[in-house]
């Protein structure tokens, strides 16, 4: 949802932003800008279109200067449009803002200062910080943004640079993503660390409400009313090649094929001596005992693990389980107490929703348990407990290594209860840890098997609709699997629970309808047989996932089939969404589609 950036230092900026604003691209991609103070002014350079359209533009004009501020841009209030563009720039020409978030009393304050003849430009919401600024600026910037922060309602993380204090940049954020890095004679700011890097690893996280002044050698902070902060600065582990897409050709597909790597490092610090270890949260047995029901709260691919997360956890602790999306979850006033157990699920850790719905959560007294990839984030460093996924960054706008990784920490999380409770008798439990620890390396097996999928694809890349079809876990992974499809290549897909077909949806089936039957579950293979065959009856071409021991029995019934390695019960969807992923991909790529930046999407949706 937008990235931002901006920059102090010896260097000329314009260079600097542009560089940033690649790594942030995958956060909007419909129109970028820069703003630099020239030594006289602030000039603006912005457009309608992906950064390469910026980047070609800067490449013809000059833009001299040391201080910047620069932004890409997902579209909320006005199309896309040079105008629309940030850096939106005041009246006067005095200030100059990038904005992430929404302002939602814009209009309010618009009519406002239109009445005291301030003429407007754009249809954003971020034009009116740029005007409140300079109508409020009256020889001091702080006590400008001041008075800006306490009139907007709404989210935000701001980069400010204004030309009458041109040796600063500012920053303020409430509710949206914003860091600053600290370097060698210069400082940043950014959405997110992976656009700075390659020049500094020492950050800097804004809270709400706390404001950034940036100069070339030092950095100060300030709250709300103003009163000088310490903060201190932490070291981002992260590696710059992590976050590049090292001769692959999409970052999906190093994404994909680092799932192995990454579960390894989700998983095995956290196994130790035959029992699952979780230093990092503080959960007692006797709390652990305390709770009467979990809820499970996410959105997206992250919410797809909670659909997978409440067959684990019903198996394994025989409690009652809810999963929800978190932008239902926020507002439909759930039933908590202090004895409920909260499980908020996000690889960003920012998403608006979740982040809301971790707060209401809060504000009932429950317990609330975080699982997140970005380290620092606002959910991790608001829920009572996090537990990380060492999934590294995750660029590609669909999420792949994200989702393996979540579903690791569940099963941890499953398994920890069980095992702290008393629940599982230790052969039990040591035989899911077992599955657990191979997790990795049959994941490693099963990739290898790419152009198995790759031929499928290539077989049905043209298809209109498709529909996956699964019982159990293996539903819970056809929501995921038809996800992944439709965001990428834009082909209409459905996921259905198989037994829900005959109540409706086989009316969709017609002669050459593809159908992926998801079939690893064996306690279930009867049934998916019957589905299956039902779907055939009415002339559905039918491709099966299924395990090595099913898959004889699988192909009496279906046109073809792909095997992954058997696992637990519950584990089987780490397995069965890794073709899955692997078939979007390649779908996508064969109908010419921008994989790492699918149409309307963004990656981190700090907007609600
Ligand atoms: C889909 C995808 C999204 C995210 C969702 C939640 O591939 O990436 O559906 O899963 O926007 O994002 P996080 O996990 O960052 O809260």
Redesign the pocket.
């Known amino acids: 949802m937008c990235g931002i950036v901006g920059y102090i230092g010896g260097e000329q900026a314009a260079p600097v932003l542009l560089h940033g604003l690649k790594r942030l691209e995958y956060r909007g991609y419909d129109s970028a800008g820069v703003a630099v103070y020239n030594g006289k002014a602030v000039q603006v350079v912005k457009s309608k279109g992906r950064l390469a359209v910026l980047e070609g533009i800067l490449r013809e004009e000059e833009l001299p200067g040391t201080v910047g501020i620069g932004h890409t841009r997902w579209a909320t209030h006005g199309a896309p449009s040079d105008v629309n563009s940030h850096p939106q720039v005041s009246d006067g020409g005095l200030f100059a803002v990038v904005h992430n978030g929404i302002i939602e009393n814009y209009l309010d304050i618009k009519n406002h200062l239109k009445r005291r003849g301030v003429e407007f430009v754009s249809d954003t919401d971020t034009e009116v910080v740029a005007q409140m600024l300079e109508h409020y600026y009256q020889g001091d910037v702080l006590e400008a943004i001041r008075q800006v922060i306490l009139r907007v309602e709404g989210s935000y993380a701001l980069g400010i640079i204004c030309a009458s204090c041109p040796e600063k940049v500012y920053a303020v954020r409430k509710d949206s993503p914003l860091i600053v890095g600290l370097g060698e004679g210069e400082n940043f700011i950014a959405s997110d660390v992976t656009a700075i890097l390659s020049r500094t690893r020492r950050v800097c996280r804004l809270k709400d409400g706390e404001i950034a002044v940036l100069e070339q050698g030092r950095v100060s902070f300030f709250g709300p009313d103003l009163e000088p902060l310490e903060k201190p600065a932490e070291q981002v582990e992260w590696d710059v090649a992590a976050a590049e897409k090292g001769g692959y050709e999409h970052f999906m597909m190093k994404e994909i094929c680092e799932q192995p790597e990454a579960l390894g490092k989700t998983i095995s610090p956290r196994l130790r001596e035959g029992r699952v270890v979780l230093d990092d949260i503080s959960l007692t047995r006797e709390e652990i005992e305390n709770f009467s029901r979990v809820y499970i709260v ?5 919410y797809h693990v909670g659909a997978v997360a409440k067959y684990a956890f019903e198996k394994l602790l025989r409690l009652p389980i809810e999963v929800d999306v978190a932008s239902e979850f926020r507002y439909r006033d759930p039933v908590l107490d202090e004895r409920s157990l909260v499980i908020i ?7 608006a929703d ?1 982040l809301a719905a971790l707060r209401e959560a809060k504000r009932q007294g429950a317990r609330t348990l975080a699982i997140v990839n970005v380290v620092g984030s606002t959910i991790a460093a608001e829920a009572d407990d996090v537990l990380y996924t060492w999934a590294g960054p995750e660029i590609a ?3 792949t290594k ?1 989702y393996s990784t979540q579903l690791a920490v569940i099963y941890l999380i499953a398994l920890y209860m069980a095992q702290e409770t008393g629940r599982l008798p230790g052969e039990e439990l040591a035989g899911y840890l077992k599955a657990l620890e191979a997790l990795p390396a049959q994941a490693e097996r099963c990739l290898r098997e790419k152009e198995t999928i790759q031929y499928f694809a290539s077989q049905y890349f043209n298809a209109h609709d498709m529909y996956f079809i699964g019982r159990n876990v293996d539903y819970a992974a056809s929501l995921e699997a038809s ?2 499809l439709k ?1 990428i290549s834009y082909i209409h897909s459905e996921a259905y629970t198989a037994g829900e077909l005959k109540h409706g949806p086989i009316s969709l089936i017609e002669e050459g309808t593809l159908v992926i039957a998801i079939c690893t579950c064996g306690r279930l293979f009867d049934k998916m047989m019957s589905n299956i065959r039902e779907v055939k009856a009415r002339g559905a071409v039918v491709l099966g996932i299924t395990t090595e021991e099913l898959r004889e029995k699988l192909a009496q019934e279906t046109d073809c089939q792909f095997c992954v390695p058997a696992t637990a019960d519950f584990m089987l969807p780490s397995m069965s969404i890794l073709p899955l992923q692997l078939f979007a991909y390649y779908a996508a790529g064969m109908k010419g589609c921008d994989i790492d930046k699918p149409r309307n999407l963004a ?3 700090t907007v609600e």
């Open positions: 996410a959105c997206g691919t992250s699920i996000s690889q960003s850790g920012e998403t979740t706008v669909a999420s994200a996800l992944k965001e990656k981190s949706v």
